[in-house]
């Protein structure tokens, strides 16, 4: 076993796409890796997927029950739950000296070990990627609030969604502690959940990844247009991060990396069968707009149309998206 591992933290809302941060982020890795899930809630049925799509890429699993009781009271977005501070329990259950804490929300694409062999022990308790969006502290907390909290506003602010932990100095600073009590004591100051807890304890002590380990594509990709870093980040990242409300394995999402996204899905081993993933796929083009039409215009091949059967209306769709077949809408 190596001498760093992996934590990640999800619920039921976000186990399909913990399966694909998993699935790609062991795919680049040589040999065995420990992962350690926090569970906020799963059914048995997807701890088996979740424990499948880790065997098959030879890691290995380990369990963590989340309390809920110890986060009681700390601040939670809107679009969060309590298990987003996942990472705080890295001190408490790993053996390794380095944590690699990761977002239900990635798509890795380089070798993990490229970014974790970059990582120099004992120089900060945490190593991040700034924040496309927030930039400092202030972003969050304004100046006023930031200096009565006696940060200076201007310290760079990190997003949270990839980090490297260091053990060692993150207990020695108490960052975990540290961070739960600012989340209950300042909840009305912050904005989002873990993310402006670490930042605030943290207070600019943490040493700045290469951005490309993690876009942050809701943010980056509005800034193309104006900004060449961005495209060029865009273009070839390391880690996708998916970090606006609309999360990729929803048919909301239309952003960029969606079809790599859904292609890493079909692959990760969440899926029972080729079948199973063939019905789920209609379903979700079913809910997007055009999505089921277009897509059955397209190829309308015989067993695609058995499976679109099977669902609630399927019949009418498959006639609708033949006629429309004829023109191409150029859409999906
Ligand atoms: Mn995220």
Not at 266 to 289: C, I, K, N, Q, Y
Request: charged share 25%; proline share 5%; glycine share 10%.
């Amino acid at each position: 076993m190596r001498d760093w591992c992996i934590l990640v933290g999800a619920d039921e809302d976000y186990a399909m796409g913990l399966a694909v941060t998993l699935d790609t982020a062991l795919g680049g890795v040589d040999g065995r890796v420990e992962v350690w899930v926090v569970d906020g809630g799963m059914t048995g049925d997807t701890r088996r997927r979740i424990a499948r799509v880790v065997d098959r890429r030879g890691g290995s699993i380990r369990w963590h029950r989340l309390d809920k009781r110890a986060f009681d009271g700390v601040r939670v977005a809107p679009w969060g739950s309590v298990v987003n501070y996942f990472p705080l329990l890295a001190p408490s259950l790993v053996d390794t000296g380095l944590v690699l804490a990761l977002d239900s929300d990635l798509l890795v694409r380089d070798p993990l070990e490229e970014l974790v062999g970059t990582w120099e022990r004992g120089s900060a308790p945490v190593g991040a990627v700034l924040d496309f969006g927030i930039r400092t502290v202030e972003g969050v907390f304004g100046p006023d609030v930031a200096r009565e909290l006696q940060i200076d506003p201007t310290t760079p602010y990190f997003n949270s969604g990839v980090m490297l932990i260091d053990v060692e100095v993150w207990r020695e600073m108490g960052i975990s502690e540290r961070a739960a009590s600012f989340a209950k004591e300042h909840g009305d100051v912050m904005r989002f959940s873990d993310q402006d807890a670490l930042n605030a304890v943290v207070a600019g002590r943490w040493v700045r990844l290469d951005d490309r380990w993690n876009v942050q594509v809701g943010n980056v990709s509005r800034a193309v247009s104006h900004d060449p870093e961005a495209a060029f980040l865009l273009s070839n990242p390391g880690i996708v991060h998916y970090s606006g409300p609309a999360k990729p394995w929803t048919a909301r999402y239309w952003g960029p990396w969606r079809s790599p996204y859904l292609e890493a899905l079909r692959r990760s081993g969440w899926f029972d069968s080729t079948e199973e993933w063939a019905v789920w796929r209609m379903a979700h083009l079913a809910r997007t707009p055009w999505g089921l039409m277009t897509h059955l215009a397209r190829r309308s091949r015989p067993r695609v149309a058995r499976l679109a059967r099977r669902l609630p209306g399927g019949t009418r769709v498959i006639s609708w998206a033949k006629r429309l077949g004829r023109r191409d809408t150029g859409l999906e």
